[in-house]
Nanobody, 126 residues
Framework: QVHVVESGGGLVQAGGSLRLSCAAS????????VGWFRQTPGREREFVAA?????????SVAESVKGRFSISRDDVLNTVYLQINNLRPEDTAVYYC??????????????????WGQGTQVTVSS
């Protein structure tokens, strides 16, 4: 069992920055990837970024946010970070992190993940 908890969301003005955290606990040694997704009411969950263990895959960031979003991890703290710069009102959403514990060849779909956090709200004012 793996638990992931998001934090770091909040209300920020357009152009500002946030760093979201995803803290993992439990059987963290079983994690193959951690991904970030976001969702707004009435819309499907959207892939944002993922970080995969093992040098073969590296990190991936959705084209729609590339250049503003980046993902990193701290193995000591078992935490994955999503850095968001130059925030825009359209970035307003609930941001979720998720852990993949059964290996898949992809990590950019919600069905690639086994454990989900409760989400953290990001609101960007114009």
């Amino acid at each position: 069992q793996v638990h992931v908890v998001e934090s770091g969301g909040g209300l920020v003005q357009a152009g500002g920055s946030l760093r979201l955290s995803c803290a993992a606990s439990g059987r963290t040694s079983s994690i193959d990837a951690v991904g970030w997704f976001r969702q707004t009411p009435g819309r499907e969950r959207e892939f944002v970024a993922a970080i995969r263990w093992g040098s073969r895959y590296g990190n991936s960031v959705a084209e729609s946010v590339k250049g503003r979003f980046s993902i990193s991890r701290d193995d000591v703290l078992n935490t994955v970070y999503l850095q968001i710069n130059n925030l825009r009102p359209e970035d307003t959403a609930v941001y979720y992190c998720a852990a993949q514990t059964r290996f898949r060849t992809t990590a950019d779909h919600s069905w690639d993940y086994d454990y989900w956090g409760q989400g953290t709200q990001v609101t960007v004012s114009s």
